[in-house]
């Protein structure tokens, strides 16, 4: 398996967009065929978690706001139960 990236995916991705499954290079035709589908997406997983979507807004929120933690101020935080 050859994983594409940069201006190699780009392209391929406009000829799925574009609904075409069959190119042409060099003379050969070559066949796009989608093997496997991804199980889920995150849209899809805080959609169906409220608790998740909810802490991810108060985190948007927050950030926002200014309300930012170092590395070290979050362990401590978990350490005393605060978190």
Known sequence: ???L???AA???KEIIH???SI???DGKKYYLSLIEEPETTVKEDVELDLEL???LLQAKKDITE???FTTDEILEMI???DL
């Open 79 to 81: 350490e005393q139960g």
């Open 18 to 20: 574009d609904g075409e």
């Open 1 to 3: 398996m050859k994983k």
């Open 66 to 68: 200014g309300k930012v």
């Open 23 to 25: 190119f042409e290079i």
């Open 5 to 7: 990236n940069g201006y």
């Open 10 to 12: 780009e392209v391929i």
């Open 53 to 55: 979507k909810q802490k």
